[in-house]
């Protein structure tokens, strides 16, 4: 368990040892070479849960499966400007709280739930820098752009949640559908558009073998 | 205690081969694996990143890198992308810092081309014909072509591809040849027994051969070889011997050191719009290693360029580095980024990775439990190499007209590469390296060393046939030793 005060430099920036972020780095490419991507992301350290008011953050129609507690609802709108969903884009596609990317960060059957609450206390100190003391959940969702923003500097162990958002909206079915991505198929060996069928470039080896 | 003639740890390539060919020569073997059995209709087309997690065994260090390596029964021949290529005779001139090379003496492609010509017969390895090509490799090829670049076809061990695009996550077609069909039927057929579920501590001497301890179950056990064979693989293989490391007192100092990712980058390419009728191109359709395979560089600048293919969603979930192009967003979130993903997936992708005759610049070695970490070590060498890689690519781009966009940011490198090579390397003496030209572990007799681990340094070309010629013939050696 860390304290507050390991979380803060001298100047009173908000600050992670390099050893905490190590772990976050660690949690972070667990769960993003999981999803067979290259990694990056992160996120760490448990912090004490704190309550909040039950509504739900401004500009969210639901938390995609995140808890109903301060935590929850500050990762939902966190996952909402990382993607932003169909309330606040209008094309209408789906964003990652529509798909149920923020229910990822508390599942326990990956490496990530232990490392929410740090999540969610940097995010909120960025919006208490920036928006008069006030929590990230609580400001408009263009104030929590550019909060995010604004902490994203200085490598910030947000940017590895920001990957992690992102798996987790990549790896939704909804988006499959979205963006066109079939999933488990047949094979498409038999389609009409599988091969080109001729060369393409010259090559250079007898047989695919470099002597 | 049980008794074997040998007791081999780990079932992938490097255990696996010896496995089949010393039951075959009529010794009782022990093949001891960590993963489960899994048959093929255990396997599913999935991205969801709890059943990848099963497949693909995650070691996640301390210090914050993710390696891939098999977990299961057959190791990593189950859930890779199939490319196996022989390494060309270049790779075996390279020379370390002391000017003497890093391969030992007597072991070159010439030399090794019986083994490897073993092994590509039993796992049926061959060239794919340009009808068996997906677009996406295709397309690559035409990139380079652009370019005034050569790109030739892949050889694989799939026996009729499918082209689903779920290679890594083992094929449910049955069409790969992995450990799983080939040599591990072999060594059943000889009687080995294969024991899985089973966590090895350590190994220790005993007589003139050693004790294995590990647990099954939570239970402990210990067995004895009469030869052992560590073949846990690029990160476990290192780790157990350190773990060992109290009992063997004569080991060579540089075990886990010159650790090597293969020279492994990864590079997303942006198709412009006029490059080919892209509406007929989807990222997706076809195999994971979309069977291409450009030596073009290789000679002049030691890489070569592997393409991916049956790209899902995720592989942009990546973080595409900061450029100019106005193409690319800035950030790499938010609306703007969601119109950019939109923009480009699945018509306008290809995906590729660099492999490399490059240094390595990480160590393994263990945490106070014995659990695999990661040193890091001077990385001068490493970013020379990519400093050439991004010169030679940034022309790529520029006359092919395709933006190329590194994967991750350069100082996470090869953090999720599954080519971990050389901690265990091969050498003439025990300064400079673990084990012999016939992975006999320097100071400790019948303590082989047989998998990526002991190859002695980044190749350039995928790794899995070199590893396996290697092991048949570490394993015809001890077969003759008798």
Known sequence: MHSMRRLRSRTGKIQVSRREFFDL?????????????????????????????????????????????????????????????????????????DVGAPAIFFDHALPAAEYVGLVAFLLDAAAKDHFDGQRFADIKPEEREEALNLALKDDSPLEFAVQLAKVAFFS???????LGYPGPNDGY????????????????????NYP | MEQFDAVIIGSGYGGAIPAARLAEAGMRVLLLERGQRWTTSDLMQSDDPRYIAKVIDLVVTRAGVAFRTGSMVGGASVPMDGAHFRAPQKSFDVRAGDGRPYWPEGLSRNALDPYYERVERMLRVRQFAWSEIPKAGGLFAKMLDAAGASCDRARLNY???????????????DKKMSMLHTYLPL????????????????????????????????????????????AGGGVHTPALLLR?????????????EEFNNNGEHGFIGILPPEFDD???????????????????????????????GGLEPSILAASLAATDDPLVPKRAWGLEYKRFVEAVYPHRLIAFSTLGLADGHRAITIDSAGAPNVTERDRTSYDAYLDRVDALLAD???????????????????????????????????????????????????????????????????????????AERTAERVVERG
Not at chain 1, 55 to 78: D, K
Not at chain 1, 172 to 178: I, Q, R, S, T
Not at chain 2, 159 to 172: I, L, R, Y
């Open chain 1, 25 to 97: 780095l660690a949690v972070a490419s667990a769960a993003f070479a999981a999803a067979r991507c290259d990694p990056s992301m992160g996120v760490a350290v448990t912090l004490p849960e704190s309550e909040g008011g039950d509504e739900l953050p401004v500009g969210l129609e639901s938390l995609g499966g995140a808890p109903n507690t301060h935590q929850g609802r500050t990762i939902a709108a966190f996952c909402d400007v990382v993607v932003p969903g169909k309330k606040r884009d209008p094309s209408g596609a789906p964003g990652a709280v």
């Open chain 2, 159 to 173: 026996t009729d591809c499918k082209h689903c695009g779920f290679c890594a996550q083992g094929c449910v077609f």
């Open chain 2, 278 to 308: 892209l509406s007929r191109y989807s990222c997706f359709m076809g195999s994971e290693n979309s069977a291409m395979m450009s030596f073009h560089f290789f000679e002049s600048n030691g890489f070569t360029l592997h393409p991916g």
């Open chain 1, 189 to 208: 060996i038999a389609h009409p558009d599988f091969t080109f069928g001729v060369a393409m470039a010259r090559e250079i080896t007898k047989d695919g």
């Open chain 2, 396 to 470: 790529v781009s520029t006359k092919s007209g395709v933006k190329l966009l590194p994967v991750v940011p350069r100082k996470l490198s090869g953090t999720t590469s599954a080519h971990l090579l050389s901690a265990c390397r091969m050498a003439d003496a025990p300064e400079r390296g673990v084990v012999d030209a016939n992975g006999h572990v320097f100071g400790h007799e019948n303590l082989y060393v047989c998998d990526a681990s002991a190859v002695p340094y980044a190749l350039g070309v995928n790794p899995a046939l070199t590893i396996s010629a290697v």
């Open chain 2, 187 to 230: 060594a059943e057929l000889h009687g080995a027994e294969i024991r899985p579920g089973c966590l090895v501590d350590h190994v220790e001497p005993e007589r003139t051969g050693y004790v294995v301890r590990y647990t099954r179950a939570g239970s402990p056990v210990e067995v004895w070889g009469q030869r052992v064979f560590i």
């Open chain 2, 244 to 256: 060992s490391k109290r009992y063997l007192p004569h080991l060579s100092s540089r075990v886990g």
């Open chain 1, 172 to 178: 939704g079915e909804k988006v499959f559908a979205y």
